[in-house]
């Protein structure tokens, strides 16, 4: 049988020198992915360091950044009054994810760190190379209905699954970190790797990196946002498309979720926007101007497009 | 003395079992522990053809707690149990060294608690020569049966009155591969007393199980005794004891002690059947005022290589519409999938789907409304063999159901109503579903403390079999509900039918109203006090020359949301008038009908098992991937009884098992079609196909 050591850390700093101490270690936070995945066999650890108990769980308002504990849990941040009613991009992405049920456990910390759920990836009788270097990627031809026109590389098409990762990139939210050599911040947007020949690494993560929490620039008072998800039921479902817009007075931020392999901050549909304010067709136009769609997944061109138009004329219409 | 089936038959009472059931305490299969229980686990194979060509099992025979490693190489040597009224039994397990599908089991690991079985079996390493399977039914390569079964039928000369028709609609439809997904894992705990075998299991049908269990092991029917007094659902899955029944009583023997093997959620998936995938081509004619003068259906769809299943997807006598001119044709293509099955309306929700949009298509032809079009066409003979229903509740479903949704309200032509910026479609489908009953016997027991026993090897699978013979028994003997004790899903009860094909409730029903009778028969006639009294009673399909028995019938009126640039579908509003003779429970028939029409509902929007295209292997067997309703895809279901206790059998039942599932799915389409223009011809309707 396979043995576990799951130990409990109270303080961030002996959570971060328990993995150091163990290449084979893994943080366990809410456990909706971490256990899952091991279950399945995709992912193997010896040793859980169970980060729950961390003081990491409080959300604090300093004026300008909405500072988010890493274990704070999905459902909490999403009825946090001042979520409400400075960053419904925010709210909606967190409650259009999973049910409610999954995210009284989920946290924040987790839920930026959630794996995909690309069906290659989580079945280890068939070829990774996100889970297996050179194993090849059974998606490629295989069922890919559901993954990336974005982002892409020949040796990974797995889409990043996180919800709320949309909505903070384009809140440019920046990521606390703590690691061996002591704590630093990342921005969300330079966070996640795209595959390119190394699916394996998703993140700019090292091993032993805790996140601590993130922290969130309000937008003005008086800015627009809002989060749209398309997805094939009505609830308890992942995007099939996703867009998030934060329509700042002068300045509209936008990305895009389901259709890429890492939360997609939608750069060239922004470029559009600053020249011509009012310009959703050309905007969502370029932005997928360069998507790379497979046998199955060619409908996602014009589903992002249209959900970005949508997301737009909703949110960043004058 | 008589008595009537009043006040508690036809009364909503609420479940008998339901508080047990969410106290924990109704002992499903899963739930049964024997002290020296051991566990199972099973090893599957990764790849859809080939042979095993090593099978190491050294590595698992030495891991914590492992009693026994069983492989084909030291399996014992099985014979397929009988056929039964649903087909040949499944191939037994564990008995060559071919694959045919990815999944099939290929060793069971036997340990002291279930998880040491299930990591041993991870340590069990399978060594393949991989053959190309053949997975497409246009694959050259794949064998192809025509009129496997021998349901074909041709009336008439289709083929001329197509050619001479004055309208013809021409369409292909096609429906996924789909999986029953039970709530409850099945579960079997098998136990040996020397030739003795007694299994728990998930079925729905003990008998079955029984007899499939003396064939496989060689030993009589009556050293076999199969218990399910509860069951996890079904939806169709328990209908054949699957390979793992047989592996489970196969590892109890091998290690001499009580084995349990509760399937995991992916194992449900390959190993309980399912609804195989199908390509139909139906074509219609019709004069210019809507008369149908011809049907030609043909449905092709995948059977596993070495299996057998008895099914139809083309319906029965052209889904009972008065057309002189009809043929149906059934093809079933030899595959490397997994074992098909049974799943909500086998068949026949697949066949009507095709068919009630092909007549939405003609109506929409003809400019006549989709209900006058089914109201012009109703048999009122069976079409196959001329003779009167037993009743015609159709057209009363029709009335009923479209005043109910306010159906005539509707603007005919497609993309004329509107929600804001959604498309509004409103759509309909007519169902006429088989009648079907079975032999069955049932005992009732008057006891000295004046409550009564109700016994019969039926299953209930969450339908409310244990509710319904419980009001039955206290109006036919006259006692409070309470008194009344049912009890169900052991072979040593009298022998039942299985709860599927929609036939259980009439087969039971009349059963126990005979065995009531008899028993107050004995009683009027003196018996000794303070003993217990017990009689028996049958019920068998009746043999009528004379009359056509009619199954339920129903019609479903659904309406829709698209968004016209999201493609996003969602359906707000269904309504289901059904015509099920007898209704025992007005409530539990209708969480019958509800819950059928939630499972419509997946069939319409969302649900499909989606195999990898080159190796077959399914690639979403967990319910995370496999999409099935959640509350906010299901509105408000408004359910409306009609017609009255069918003159076929004494309790005037027809049975609504099924009836509720399959009218949704077409009538969700047509109400696309409606909203969109678009006539959408695959299930299920997702997203791409509506941008
Ligand atoms: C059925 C289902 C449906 C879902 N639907 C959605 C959806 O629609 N949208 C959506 O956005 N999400 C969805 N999710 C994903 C869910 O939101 C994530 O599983 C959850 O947020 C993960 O958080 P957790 O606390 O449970 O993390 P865990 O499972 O404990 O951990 C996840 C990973 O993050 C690492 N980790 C956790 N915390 C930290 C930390 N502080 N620092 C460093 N590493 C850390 C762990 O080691 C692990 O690798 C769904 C999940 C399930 C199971």
Redesign the interface.
């Known amino acids: 049988?396979?043995t576990l050591e799951y130990v409990r850390v109270g303080e961030p700093a002996q959570a971060v020198a328990e993995l150091a101490a163990d290449p084979a270690a893994a943080f366990l936070a809410g456990g909706t992915t971490q256990l899952d995945l091991m279950k399945i066999?995709t992912v193997t650890a010896r040793r859980l360091v169970d980060i729950t108990r961390l003081p990491l769980r409080d959300v604090t308002f300093d004026g300008g950044d909405l500072r988010v504990g890493a274990l704070v849990t999905m459902e909490r941040l999403a009825r946090e009054p001042v979520v409400a009613q400075r960053l419904p991009v925010l709210r909606d992405a967190l409650l259009a994810g999973a049910s409610v049920q999954l995210r009284n456990a989920a946290t924040i910390g987790g839920n930026l760190l959630q794996r995909t759920?690309c069906?290659?990836f989580r079945?280890v009788?068939?070829a990774c190379n996100k889970r297996d270097p050179g194993a090849g990627c059974?998606a490629l031809?295989?069922?890919h209905?559901n993954h990336a026109i974005l982002g892409t590389s020949p040796h990974c098409i797995a889409t990043h699954p996180s919800d709320l990762a949309v909505a903070l990139v384009a809140l440019d939210a920046v990521v606390r970190l703590l690691g061996p050599d002591g704590p630093r911040t990342v921005p969300l947007t330079g966070f996640y790797l795209p595959p390119d020949d190394t699916p394996r690494l998703e993140t700019v993560l090292r091993h032993g990196d805790l996140v601590t929490g993130v922290d969130i620039p309000l937008p003005a008072q008086g800015t627009r946002s809002g989060y749209l998800k398309?997805r094939?039921?009505?609830?308890?479902?992942f995007a099939?498309a996703s867009a998030a817009v934060v329509a700042d007075p002068g300045r509209t931020r936008v990305a895009l979720g389901g259709v890429a392999t890492v939360p997609w901050r939608a750069r060239r549909a922004e470029a559009v926007l600053r020249e011509a304010p009012e310009a959703f067709v050309a905007a969502a136009g370029a932005e997928l101007a360069d998507a790379e769609p497979r046998r199955d997944n060619g409908?996602k061109v014009?589903?992002a497009r249209?959900?970005l138009?949508?997301a737009l004329s909703t949110w960043a219409a004058p | 003395m008589t008595r009537t089936l009043a006040p508690l038959v036809g009364a909503a009472l609420d479940r008998v079992d339901g508080a047990r059931k969410v106290a924990g305490a109704a002992p499903y299969p899963n739930d049964v522990r024997y002290p020296d229980l051991a566990y199972a686990a099973l090893v599957r194979a990764t790849i859809s053809a080939g042979r095993v060509s090593g099978i190491e099992t050294e590595g698992a025979e030495g891991a914590p707690g492992v009693l026994t490693v069983i492989t084909h190489l030291t399996a014992p040597r099985l014979s397929r149990g009988p056929a039964t009224s649903i087909g040949p039994q499944p191939t037994p397990p564990l008995q060559g060294d071919r694959v045919d599908y990815d999944g099939q089991y290929l060793a069971v690991v036997v340990a002291g608690t279930r998880e040491q079985a299930v990591a041993a079996a991870d340590l069990v390493e399978v060594r393949y020569e991989v053959d190309e399977p053949v997975l497409r039914t246009e694959d050259p390569r794949a064998e192809r049966e025509e009129n496997p079964w021998h349901f074909d039928t041709t009336r008439g000369d289709p083929a001329g009155a197509l050619r001479t028709a004055e309208v013809r609609v021409d369409s292909t439809y096609t429906t996924p591969h789909l999986t029953n997904n039970p709530l409850g894992p099945f579960t079997t705990v098998a136990r040996w007393d020397g030739d003795d075998l007694t299994v728990h299991d998930s079925t729905q049908h003990t008998a079955n199980t029984r007899s499939a269990l003396a064939g496989v092991f060689g030993i009589p029917e009556e050293r076999v005794r199969v218990l399910a007094p509860f069951v996890g659902g079904g939806f169709g899955a328990g209908l054949r004891s699957w390979p793992h029944v047989t592996v489970a009583a196969m590892a109890a023997r091998v290690v001499g002690r009580p084995v349990a093997l509760e399937l995991t959620r992916p194992e449900m998936f390959t190993g309980t059947g399912g609804r195989p995938s199908t390509v139909q081509r139906i074509r219609l004619g019709s004069t210019v005022d809507g008369r149908l003068v011809a049907i030609d259906h043909h449905a092709e769809y995948p059977a596993a290589m070495d299996d057998a299943v008895r099914y139809r997807v083309t319906p029965r006598g052209a889904g009972a519409y008065a057309c002189p001119n009809f043929a149906a044709r059934d093809v079933q293509v030899r595959l490397n999938v997994p074992p098909t099955g049974h799943m909500r309306a086998p068949g026949t929700a697949e066949g009507l789907f095709a068919l009630e949009c092909a007549l939405d298509e003609l109506a929409f032809r003809l400019d006549i409304d989709p209900v006058d079009l089914r109201l012009r066409n109703v048999a009122e003979v069976d079409p196959e063999n001329g003779r009167p229903w037993t009743t015609t509740g159709l057209r009363e479903c029709y009335r009923v159901g479209a005043e109910r949704f306010g159906w005539y309200g509707r603007s005919p032509a497609p993309c004329s109503m509107r929600d804001g910026h959604r498309m509004v479609g409103y759509g309909m489908a007519g169902v006429t579903f088989g009648w079907t009953m079975m032999p069955c016997r049932a005992a009732a027991t008057l006891h000295p403390d004046g409550t009564a026993t109700i016994a019969t090897s039926a299953t209930d699978i969450g339908t409310g079999t244990y509710t319904i013979l419980t009001q039955l028994a206290a109006d036919l003997l006259d006692l409070p509900p309470d008194w009344v004790r049912v009890e169900l899903g052991d072979t040593r009860l009298p022998k039942a039918p299985a709860a599927g094909g929609s036939g259980l409730t009439a087969a039971v029903t009349n059963a126990v109203q005979d065995a009531c009778r008899n028993l107050l028969e004995i009683v009027r006639n003196g018996h000794p006090r303070g003993t217990d009294v017990r009689a028996e009673g049958a019920s068998a399909p009746p043999e009528r020359e004379d009359v056509a028995p009619s199954g339920a019938f129903a019609a479903v009126f659904a309406e829709v949301r698209v968004d016209p640039d999201l493609g996003e579908l969602r359906v707000v509003r269904l309504v289901t008038a059904v015509d099920g003779g007898r209704i025992m429970n007005p409530k539990l028939a209708a969480s019958q009908i509800i819950g059928g029409t939630v499972g419509g509902l997946g069939m319409a929007l969302m649900e499909r098992t989606t195999p990898d295209p080159g190796s077959g292997r399914i690639m979403n067997a967990n319910l995370g991937d496999y999409l099935v309703p959640v509350h906010a895809d299901v509105p408000d279901v408004d359910v409306l009884f009609v017609g009255g206790p069918d003159p076929l059998t004494p309790m005037g039942v027809k049975g609504v098992g099924e009836v509720g599932v399959v009218g949704v799915a077409p009538a969700v389409a047509n109400a696309v079609h409606h909203a969109t223009g678009r006539r959408l011809r695959a299930l299920p309707l997702t997203v791409e196909n509506l941008l």
């Open positions: 049988m396979r066999g759920r069906p290659y079945d009788a068939t059974a031809e295989g069922v209905r398309v094939d039921r009505a609830s308890y479902d099939l409908y014009e589903l249209r959900t138009i949508r």
